[in-house]
């Protein structure tokens, strides 16, 4: 069949889709687990969640789906100094993004408040739990 492919085969999946994770708190777990439970593999976007977080959605995510999901975390070094970003650059992408909002007639999102990502305690928690 055209769906058993190697990396269907590899992440244990029936179909080889893979959601993307919406990262910014625009994930869910409905979202996730409906993918997964259909054959896909669901992604849950955690960039911005503190380890305890990750432990909460990921009991979650597993109490919805007993299938393979993904918890994704972002790891860069061109992030935002100090997890600030001015508000001339948030209403540079609000713009940038406002027509995609606008099709899929959702409000823009309110900025977001600094955060510093710890990716070390991020992929300790994910590892161990």
Same mark, same amino acid.
């Given at each position: 069949?055209?769906? *058993?492919?190697?990396?269907?085969?590899? /992440?244990g999946i029936k179909y080889p889709v893979l959601q993307g994770p919406f990262g910014g708190n625009l994930s869910s777990i409905e979202l996730?687990?409906?993918?997964? $439970?259909?054959?896909? /593999?669901?992604? =849950?976007?955690?960039?911005?969640?503190? @380890?305890?977080?990750?432990? *909460?959605?990921?009991? *979650?995510?597993?109490?919805?789906?007993?299938? @393979? =999901?993904?918890? $994704?975390?972002? %790891?860069?070094?061109?992030?935002?100094?100090?997890?600030? %970003?001015?508000?001339?650059?948030? !209403?540079?992408? &609000?713009?940038?993004? !406002? @027509? =995609?909002?606008?099709?899929?007639?959702?409000? /823009?999102?309110? !900025? @977001?408040?600094?955060? !510093?990502? &710890?990716?070390? $305690? *991020? %992929?300790? %928690?994910?590892? =161990? &739990?």
């Amino acid at each position: 069949m055209w769906y *058993q492919t190697r990396a269907s085969k590899i /992440l244990g999946i029936k179909y080889p889709v893979l959601q993307g994770p919406f990262g910014g708190n625009l994930s869910s777990i409905e979202l996730v687990s409906t993918v997964s $439970n259909a054959g896909g /593999l669901g992604g =849950y976007g955690a960039y911005t969640l503190s @380890p305890h977080e990750i432990i *909460q959605i990921d009991q *979650q995510i597993k109490a919805a789906t007993d299938k @393979p =999901y993904n918890i $994704n975390l972002w %790891v860069s070094d061109t992030d935002a100094v100090n997890g600030e %970003v001015s508000d001339e650059q948030f !209403k540079v992408a &609000q713009q940038l993004f !406002k @027509p =995609y909002f606008d099709e899929a007639g959702i409000a /823009l999102p309110d !900025k @977001p408040a600094p955060f !510093k990502s &710890q990716f070390e $305690n *991020q %992929v300790e %928690v994910i590892l =161990y &739990q």
